[in-house]
């Protein structure tokens, strides 16, 4: 336990001396303070822009503009750039035989991965969080009724995603020990998760899903049970990922 402890606060070390964990915070605290204000001018701005003599009619923007464009840029952008970001995780220290010296004073394999897993996950954690109190922050200026049924739920589906897409990093790298092919590996992942989707009796297990159907569960459109099956799913997959990596890991020569 002392081993994994002091490896996980070095892991966290490494990512603020690498800018990473700064990127990944100011890219998500960019997106928490954008999402309220496009959702908010966006109507505006179109309005300016037409020509004079031609009207649109656009609805009023409500607080579920905001979240709509919160999941919208974390689900297709934000998660792009964690994976970006992590995708050297354990694959450049293979790549440069930095683990050898460690492991060969005793520093055991199941150590590392679990460790890199924890520290990326707290990362990921962090700037999601982070961007999810701004947009709500920002929301309250904007519109008086902020109240949204199932929120917590809704955001933690999204979480669960990027604590899965971060497993999938991890055995990606290990497996290739290159971080375009961590990058691959999780393209891979997401694009056939994306084809089985196309499969109605696949969809309730799908962990696609989970980054779906976001707007649906706040306007109550979907319930929460229905998502759960696809839930556990990720969940599974996500604990199937770290333990394969612990495995190959233990097994593959650096």
Request: proline share 2%; net charge neutral; hydrophobic share 55%.
């Amino acid at each position: 336990m002392r081993a994994y402890l002091v490896f996980t606060k070095k892991e966290l070390f490494e990512l603020t001396k690498t800018y990473k964990l700064l990127l990944i915070v100011t890219v998500f605290l960019i997106f928490g303070f954008m999402n309220p204000v496009v959702a908010k001018f966006t109507p505006d701005l179109m309005e300016s822009l037409m020509e004079e003599g031609i009207k649109i009619s656009l609805p009023e923007p409500t607080i579920f503009d905001s979240w709509a464009q919160f999941f919208k840029n974390t689900t297709q952008i934000g998660l792009i750039v964690l994976v970006i970001i992590f995708s050297g995780l354990i694959s450049n220290e293979l790549s440069k035989g930095t683990l050898i010296n460690m492991l060969t004073k005793g520093l055991s394999r199941k150590t590392v991965v679990l460790s890199k897993f924890t520290s990326s996950t707290l990362v990921w954690t962090l700037a999601y969080f982070l961007s999810a109190l701004v947009t709500f922050l920002y929301s309250m200026l904007f519109w008086e009724d902020t109240q949204v049924e199932n929120l917590l739920f809704s955001l933690t589906l999204v979480w669960v995603f990027g604590v899965f897409l971060i497993s999938a990093i991890i055995l990606g790298g290990i497996l290739f020990k290159t971080s375009y092919g961590s990058i691959l590996f999780c393209g891979v992942i997401v694009g056939g998760l994306l084809i089985l989707n196309i499969i109605p009796k696949v969809q309730d297990y799908n962990p696609i899903q989970l980054i779906n159907i976001n707007m649906d569960i706040l306007k109550g459109d979907v319930e929460i049970f229905e998502i759960l099956k696809s839930l556990w799913t990720t969940l599974g997959a996500s604990v199937l990922f770290v333990i394969s990596s612990i495995v190959v890991f233990c097994k593959k020569e650096i």
